[in-house]
């Protein structure tokens, strides 16, 4: 998809009963069907996290979450589908030897990575394994905090981030993008992919009075008082030019939610976006909101109420709600430029 921040065209039959078809369960049909073989962890509220440190990451490792990692990837790839590679902007060339994927989530950019890349190296790490039933032989998934010391010995042509908001705080991610840029070869390339929590409308159709005016905000500030910021898309460009990255890059996106937009893309996105919202909302919200919500902790049943408001809003054809992204790619200078 091309780099856009312009206003998106409102298709006027989303108001007919069948112009706004946004049934997740047809969209997560379509999806890879998820193994449900994960890693014991710890249960909180009814959703699996990972099993090391209670304070350490708000998101859930469970089969509802990996089911919403898929389709965001999905999503993703159609966004860039006219692209020459719909998997990565860096120019890494046709036959890179290692190549790193940071927070690999349920595994599936590594494994297409493989497919496309059957002679290179890909690897995976995260906090909890993926149910990966089945992978390419180069390809490779390991659990561990990429925050700890690297014992990888061999330098990486690329090292792939996304969806990571949240997940450190500020010296986190100071750390961990010096570690990778330590850790890639010369010339090596650096690509990281984020989502802005809060929702938008180009067109006044977003009320003040609506659960998605504020939802991005409450959640924000949430994740400051758990000392992990979700703001990783505003941040992430210094960041990376901070640790000495060069030749930087950085496109940004409106991602439509649900099905309003005219265009057939984006229309198609939306539906994509809005099956990806449906399924992560509860993984989004629960930890944050039972741990650091405002005035107060909630319960969770005050999550679920709050919840069904938010889900009721994402199914009206009226609301035609985005959210922004943001894509940032840089190269490690060559040992030329270091000289």
């Known amino acids: ?25 047809d969209l997560q049909s379509d999806t890879t069907s998820i193994a449900s073989s994960i890693a014991r962890g710890r249960f909180e509220n009814g959703r699996r996290y990972q099993a090391t440190k209670e304070d350490d990451y708000w998101g859930p490792s469970d089969d509802q979450q990996f089911e919403a990692f ?8 159609l966004l860039d589908h006219e692209q020459p590679n719909s998997l990565f902007r860096a120019p890494i060339g046709d036959s890179p030897r290692n190549i790193l994927d940071i927070g690999t989530g349920q595994g599936s950019w590594a494994i297409d990575v493989a497919d496309l890349y059957p002679s290179t190296t890909v690897r995976g790490v995260d906090i909890f394994p993926p149910p990966c039933s089945w992978m390419p032989p180069n390809c490779i998934f390991e659990v561990d905090d990429v925050l700890r010391e690297w014992t990888w010995k061999e330098p990486f042509d690329l090292i792939h981030m996304r969806l990571m908001y949240g997940g450190f705080s500020q010296e986190g991610w100071d750390q961990l993008y010096k570690q990778a840029y330590d850790a890639l070869e010369p010339g090596g390339w650096i690509e990281q992919m984020e989502l802005d929590v809060r929702v938008y409308s180009d067109d ?40 000495g990255f060069v030749d930087v890059h950085e496109e940004k996106y409106k991602i439509p939610i649900g099905a309003w937009p005219k265009d057939k893309l984006l229309k198609e996105a939306g539906r994509l976006q809005y099956a990806h919202w449906n399924a992560a909302l509860e993984g989004w919200a629960m930890w944050l909101l039972t741990h650091f919500g405002e ?33 940032v790619w840089a190269r490690k200078p060559t040992k030329e430029e270091l000289k």
């Open 1 to 25: 998809m091309t780099e856009s921040t312009s206003e998106i065209t409102v298709d006027p039959d989303i108001y007919s009963a069948t112009g706004y078809d946004t049934d997740p369960g």
């Open 70 to 77: 898929e389709i965001g990837h999905l999503l993703f790839r």
């Open 204 to 243: 006044g159709s977003l009320k003040k009075d609506n659960q998605l005016w504020g939802w991005g905000s409450l959640f924000i500030r949430c994740s400051e008082r758990a000392g992990r910021s979700l703001r990783t898309h505003e941040t992430m460009r210094g960041a990376i030019e901070n640790a």
């Open 295 to 327: 005035p107060e902790p909630w319960t969770k049943e005050e999550v679920h109420v709050f919840l069904a408001k938010v889900r009721a809003e994402l199914r009206d054809p009226h609301i035609h709600a985005y959210e922004p992204a943001n894509r």
